[in-house]
């Protein structure tokens, strides 16, 4: 399966024709940073330097370092002390922690959204089905399962749970391009297959089944990572 990690773009700051962000504030160089790291285009244990940052945007160092405060915070950055910074590497403590902390708080946010989820996004979310189904690479694969996942949490009351989501989104997405990358093919008819049962819950308004279709969709991720000991190998090598 093709895998070009730069195709990848989950967020868009703005820009101006040289590439260099239009009003450089700490959040938009957080955006174009994040940007990076979730794409791929940094990749983990790589270092993010601030002065190169500095100048491929056009921004002084201070918002650089305002971003990289910003980033640490959401687990996608790792400040070390008179080293500077590195994209967060991959662990396999940690994978344990994020996996096993999505496994308890996405179930009981889609319990919640389901019966508040509405019609148009329960259409939209079997569209980005059958786009997967149709055949996609891993990038392509990457950015439609975040949207439909993300898309089924949307019904959910609470702006902090949501919140909280997307934030271990984030901090997973390295796991998640591991996922589809290095632990073999036999996760596509299966993911494929948990996602179909997980949208026919959405259209059944079947709260409890959607929470047990998504435990289940996270474990299975966790184990087959866990069994994948080449992923934190590659880290330690970017070190």
């Avoid at 794409?39 to 056009?58: D, H, N």
Wanted: glycine share 6%; hydrophobic share 40%; proline share 4%.
């Amino acid at each position: 399966m093709a895998f070009d990690p730069k195709a990848e773009v989950l967020e868009d700051p703005e820009s101006d024709d040289s590439g260099k962000l239009s009003g450089s504030t700490g959040t938009r160089v957080a955006d174009y940073i994040r940007s990076a790291i979730l794409s791929g285009e940094f990749g983990p244990g790589q270092p993010v330097r601030q002065e190169t940052l500095a100048k491929r945007l056009g921004a002084s160092r201070l918002p650089v370092r305002e971003a990289l405060r910003i980033l640490e915070g959401e687990g996608l950055v790792t400040l070390e002390p008179n080293k500077g910074a590195r994209v967060t590497a991959m662990d396999a403590a940690e994978l344990y922690l994020l996996y096993g902390t999505r496994s308890r708080i996405e179930p009981f946010v889609i319990a919640d959204s389901v019966p508040r989820l509405s019609q148009s996004n329960i259409d939209r979310a079997g569209a980005i089905l059958d786009e997967i189904e149709a055949g996609v690479d891993a990038v392509e694969f990457l950015v439609l399962d975040r949207a439909f996942h993300l898309l089924t949490y949307e019904g959910c009351q609470s702006i902090q749970l949501t919140s909280i989501v997307k934030r271990l989104w984030n901090s997973t997405q390295q796991y998640r391009r591991a996922f589809v990358t290095e632990t073999g093919p036999s996760w596509v008819e299966e993911t494929n297959a948990e996602h179909r049962l997980l949208h026919k819950a959405l259209i059944d308004r079947n709260a409890e089944v959607a929470a047990s279709i998504v435990t289940t969709h996270i474990t299975r991720t966790m184990v087959a990572l866990r069994r994948s000991p080449q992923i934190f190998a590659h880290d330690a090598g970017a070190q």
